[in-house]
């Protein structure tokens, strides 16, 4: 536990990422924006060769940080990009699109959310809050805003199964913050008909050989553990 919360400041990708300008504060790189960094799709070829034609299949949306985004990783390298080849490989009918944008708070991404859920969206993956954390913002703000963003996409995509991953606060807020952090994430998928995914850097934040040299974004390794603790959790929400 205590490799955990001392690499739960792992979590966030910037310091000032919803800023214009702004720039990644571990990289020196400017984050992408929602117009930088356009949604990607995971499917293409990969819909062809598991056996399910790219217009019958169902879309899985997944909005994030930096850390659904795969900063500093190939582009095919990202977790939803490996989850489509899990998918392929399981021959379901589902196409991954990767809607993260680095240094994201959830105030960021409730203010994108109009603009993102013009796309079809049978199951939505939602990470945020992380860089909340990171920067010590008041817990009821957050929760309410993570609270309206769930809220959002129920409204605009009621058909859609929803699942909220779990992210923790850096341990330097100390206990009472990141225990009431933690718990944050339990009571909103239960008060907003969300299904609650593990946290998303389980067995990889704190471990530096699984991280890149900031130490905060998970390497190609790394990566692969991400997209089995993804994996694991959202598998029975497609076989149902």
């Not at 879309?59 to 489509?84: E, H, K, M, N, V």
């Not at 899990?86 to 991404?109: F, M």
């Not at 409730?110 to 909340?132: F, H, I, M, Q, S």
Request: glycine share 10%; aromatic share 4%; net charge neutral.
């Amino acid at each position: 536990m205590g490799a955990l919360l001392a690499g739960a400041m792992a979590i966030s990708c910037t310091s000032s990422g919803d800023a214009g300008g702004s720039r990644d504060s571990t990289s020196g790189r400017k984050p992408a924006t929602s117009e930088e960094n356009p949604v990607r799709s995971a499917s293409g070829a990969a819909a062809v060769a598991g056996g399910v034609a790219p217009e019958a299949r169902r879309t899985i949306l997944f909005l994030g940080t930096s850390l659904t985004a795969g900063l500093g990783l190939d582009p095919d390298s990202a977790y939803p990009q490996r989850i489509q080849r899990r998918i392929d490989a399981a021959g379901l009918p589902y196409q991954v699109v990767n809607a993260g944008v680095s240094g994201e708070t959830s105030a960021g991404l409730l203010r994108r959310l109009d603009w993102v859920l013009k796309r079809p969206a049978d199951v939505v993956v939602v990470e945020t809050g992380a860089n909340d954390g990171l920067r010590g913002l008041p817990i009821t703000a957050t929760s309410a805003t993570i609270g309206n963003v769930l809220d959002r996409i129920k409204r605009d995509r009621p058909g859609a199964t929803l699942l909220l991953v779990q992210m923790e606060a850096p341990p330097n807020m100390g206990p009472e913050y990141t225990r009431a952090f933690h718990a944050m994430y339990s009571t909103l998928a239960q008060e907003h008909g969300a299904t609650l995914l593990p946290f998303l850097l389980d067995s990889v934040a704190g471990r530096p050989h699984l991280n890149q040299n900031d130490g905060i974004h998970p390497n190609n390794k790394g990566e692969e553990i991400v997209a089995n603790n993804v994996w694991r959790a959202l598998q029975p929400a497609l076989s149902r």
